[in-house]
């Protein structure tokens, strides 16, 4: 028996969708497998990281807080990769767009007014989108590749934070620990909107998706994006510039980034060392597991906020370490990439021919 | 400023330099081949976890190095199915292998914290490898004259061997290696192996000479400190060499600020140099023509025949 690969004329649409579900249920039964290996109950590690979370009402805020900045990175990359341009620095524009809101923080200490988070808002977005300028302009200049270039920018980004905390904005009352001093109540959102239990940044993340969900499907530039990523040629010759959508990619997903910062910075009400959440990193997958589209990238924010919640729990139940919703994100990310191949192609089974029986017959 | 001092400053340095120099040595074969493995920090943890476990468990070092070095291969056949035969982003693919390699190297040293084992000494004879002056050559573990050797025959191998000719002509043009009948998926595949195993022996450097004990997340970034340096080696093994050793003086700097706290510079400016240098290098060298000091052409690119 042999497979062959045949090209699909367009991407089965049906896969796109499909594929990523499978893809949660497969890597369920790998994590039973490879935790029962390791000597772990591993059908009670997948439980309690995959359900629990969804079947425990005190858990679902945790989701909600956690799925927002994912979904919100997610999205900014989901145009980068309809384009092919690859921002994988998001981690890096997060940072710095929380660095950025916390230096509006520490300069309107004494002051207070409805101005002051919208204005921290504001610089996030701008810092993160400036960060993201970078790799743009090495690009659109240089053509230096923006996956390294924007990497880079990641492990800087993170010096500069390491700096900045145990340095100049070191909280004095902090007995010595690597943090900033806390916001105060005029530079915090309300932990969540009127009592509902739904986060704001959940909320933001909402009109974020619908937002990106109008650009894209209804607007010239939604269809530039697609174009340059999927024939560059024929949009250069249509006139579409390759080198504008590398700089509204990197630039919108960058301002996203740095929104995400912003209200991690909110969440934790400083910063400190768990600023750097790895959410970025992680968004990359969500952007991936949903297909690129917003309300795919809203599920799969969901999904995997529900793996970082769960896998708290499984620690704590089945013992297992902290860097287990980590191994399951990656399985995820593995098998929805391995999975695109059905997307793609379709696969024929072929029967086996036997050759002698071949030369024969002839 | 002593003899002692300067002689323990350079053993610091070759010492902290040796797993990036291994690692940035097998992703140099894989970025010449064509493929860029984001995954080199996982490779390199599944090494470290593997090459501690087993000398641990059976007391023999060479027989962790080469289970750690089997590890790392192993790992980076999971990104080398995915990448070559099912075409899958290579960029993506890496970072889900660091994130895995993080994970399940995690997961498997849960039971190896907290105790340590007898570090690799030099394999020289205990007048040189202890003498004042001499252990500046002769004391040091055995990986790094390893890594000194690898990048060296890495050099001989891509620049003067026919093998070494058609590696990077697969990496410079595939669909023309391809057409004159040179088999680029099963080069990649092999060129992806190397990496991993290379990167395997460099996280056991960490965890059987540098610590030697098991931590999670021992290799601390280094991964990318490796894909860095290939980038300011400009793709070439002798300037990956003496750029491993600058590289290594940076972060040498950045561990003498942290530990005396007295330095011009924060400990995290020399943290963020080597990865500042590669930003600006990467634009000199892409924005100077020819000379041979680009990034190999098909960087990144899926080849799919036939398709």
Redesign the interface.
């Known amino acids: 028996m042999r497979l062959r ?1 045949e ?1 699909r004329l367009e991407p089965s649409r049906t896969m796109l969708i499909l594929t990523p579900v499978f893809s949660v249920i497969a890597v369920m039964i790998l994590g039973i497998i ?2 029962d290996g ?1 000597g772990f109950n591993g059908s009670q590690a997948v439980w309690e990281l995959f359900f629990t979370p969804v079947l425990d009402s005190y858990k679902w805020r945790d989701v909600a807080t956690k799925a927002a900045p994912l979904i919100i990175i997610g999205l900014g990359l989901s145009l980068g990769n309809q384009a092919k341009i ?1 921002n ?1 620095g998001a981690e890096g524009q997060y940072i710095v767009g929380a660095i950025a809101a916390a230096g509006v923080a520490f300069q309107t200490q004494y002051l207070s007014g409805f101005w002051i988070i919208p204005l921290m808002v504001v610089a996030g977005m701008v810092a993160g989108a400036l960060y993201a300028a ?1 790799p743009a302009v ?1 690009r659109t ?5 923006e ?3 924007s ?3 990641v ?2 980004s993170l ?2 934070l ?2 900045m905390i ?2 100049p904005w070191k909280d004095p009352n902090g007995h010595n620990f690597p943090q900033t001093a806390q916001l105060t109540d005029s530079q915090l959102l309300p932990h969540d909107l009127m009592g509902s239990g739904i986060p704001p940044g959940l909320l933001v993340a909402l009109i974020a998706a619908i937002l990106f969900l109008v650009v894209v499907s209804k607007t010239v530039f939604g269809f530039s994006i697609r174009a340059i990523g999927e024939a560059p040629h024929a949009a250069r010759y249509g006139g579409f510039s390759s080198d504008g959508v590398v700089w509204a990619t990197l630039m919108i997903s960058g301002a996203m980034a740095g929104l995400a910062g912003v209200f991690e910075l909110m969440q934790l009400t400083r910063l400190n060392l768990g600023s750097p959440s790895g959410y970025g ?1 992680t968004a ?2 969500v952007s ?1 597991l949903g297909r690129s589209h917003p309300i795919g990238v809203f599920i799969a924010g969901i999904v995997l906020a529900i793996t970082y919640v769960g896998g708290q729990v499984a620690q704590t139940v089945v013992h ?5 919703a ?6 995820l ?2 098998a929805v ?2 999975s ?2 059905l997307v ?1 192609y379709r696969i024929r089974i072929l029967e086996k021919v036997n050759r002698s029986d071949d030369r024969s017959a002839s | 400023m002593t003899l002692t001092f300067i002689v323990d400053a350079l053993i610091t340095v070759i010492g902290i330099t040796t797993p990036i120099l291994l690692a940035a040595s097998g992703e140099l074969v894989v970025e010449k081949s064509g493929v ?1 493995n ?1 995954g080199v920090e996982g490779m390199m943890l599944a090494g470290a976890i593997a090459g501690f476990a087993v000398t641990f468990e059976t007391g023999n070092p060479w027989l962790g190095v080469t289970v750690a070095m089997l590890s790392g291969a192993a790992v980076s056949l ?1 990104f080398a199915v ?1 990448v070559l035969s ?4 290579q ?3 890496g ?6 390699g ?9 039971n190896y914290t907290g105790i340590a084992i007898d570090s690799l000494d030099s394999p020289f004879p205990a007048y040189l490898a202890q003498d004042s002056f001499w252990r500046v050559f002769f004391g040091h573990s055995p990986f790094v004259y390893f890594a000194i050797c690898l990048v060296l025959s890495i050099g001989y191998f891509l620049n003067q061997t026919r093998a070494g000719l058609v590696l990077r002509a697969v990496g410079e043009n595939d669909v023309s290696a391809h057409s004159i009948g040179y088999p680029v998926i099963g080069i990649r595949y092999a060129a992806i192996t190397f990496g991993g195993a290379v990167s395997g022996v460099a996280g056991a450097d960490f965890s059987m000479v540098i610590s030697p004990l098991w931590a ?1 997340q021992m290799t601390a ?1 280094r991964g ?1 400190i490796a ?2 340096l290939v ?1 300011f080696a400009g793709w070439r093994a002798g300037h990956l060499l003496a750029g491993a050793y600058f590289f290594g003086v940076l972060m040498a700097l950045e561990l003498y600020a942290k530990a005396s706290g007295f330095s011009i510079f ?1 400990s ?2 020399w ?2 140099m080597p ?2 240098i ?2 600006i290098v ?2 000199m060298i ?2 100077r023509d020819g000379k041979g000091v680009k ?1 190999p052409a098909c ?2 690119k899926p080849f799919i025949p036939n ?1």
């Not at chain 1, 200049?141 to 590749?145: C, K, Q």
């Not at chain 2, 970072?95 to 895995?100: D, G, N, V």
């Open positions: 690969f090209k490879i935790f390791l690859w994988i970078i090495l200049r240089y053509g230096v590749s996956v390294l270039s990497l880079m920018l492990y800087v010096q500069l390491s700096y145990t340095g990193f990359i997958i991936l297992v370490p902290n860097a287990t980590g191994l399951f994100q990656s399985l990310l593995f990439l391995a695109d191949v793609r | 860029i984001l999971i995915l099912l075409g899958a982003n960029v993506a693919t970072l889900a292998l660091t994130i895995f993080i994970g399940i190297s995690s997961l498997i040293g849960s999670e970034g990318w894909l860095a980038v924060p995290q400016f943290a963020a990865y500042l590669a930003v990467l634009a892409s924005s990034a960087l990144g398709g």
